[in-house]
């Protein structure tokens, strides 16, 4: 046997389980910090549903993360209107989703109906990922390096 070798290889173990535990704590902390500045953003944002009843977005963002840590997930109870807040209805979708990046405008299509449509988007959420994300490859590679 390689006189150290156990020792180095234990050495790299815990320096990987740092790396790691240093990166999934950044990524949920941006994650956390999305969800609070969209919840901020919705807090003044509200709607008749279906049933004639007023509900206000505030409170309605949700968050996680997923996958042991390696990702963190956004969502909003408020069914479908949610997308037609942040995104808009017919003209004012095709504007305000026209101007964002081709994985939001995956999304937004996705509550896409027939285009007619007169709701003003009212992003609450984009506006804190941009916010929140600019940045985060260098707070990873900096994560990386904190021992």
Do not use: C
């Not at 156990?6 to 990166?23: C, G, T, Y």
Request: aromatic share 12%; glycine share 10%; charged share 25%.
């Amino acid at each position: 046997m390689i006189d150290g070798l156990n020792k180095a290889l234990e050495d790299l173990q815990e320096r990987f389980l740092k790396i790691e535990m240093n990166v999934k704590k950044e990524i949920g902390t941006t994650g956390e910090k999305i969800k609070s500045d969209a919840s901020v953003n919705a807090s003044a944002i509200g709607f008749f549903d279906s049933y004639g009843n007023w509900v206000e977005l505030s409170g309605k963002v949700k968050g996680n993360a997923f996958e042991a840590g390696n990702g963190y997930r956004i969502w909003v109870n408020a069914g479908e209107m949610a997308a037609y807040i942040e995104f808009g209805t017919g003209e004012y979708a095709k504007n305000e989703v026209g101007a964002r990046p081709q994985n939001w405008r995956d999304l937004a299509y996705e509550f896409y109906v027939n285009g007619k449509g007169e709701l003003p988007a009212r992003p609450y959420i984009y506006p804190s990922w941009v916010q929140n994300t600019t940045g985060l490859l260098d707070r990873l590679r900096t994560a990386i390096k904190r021992k």
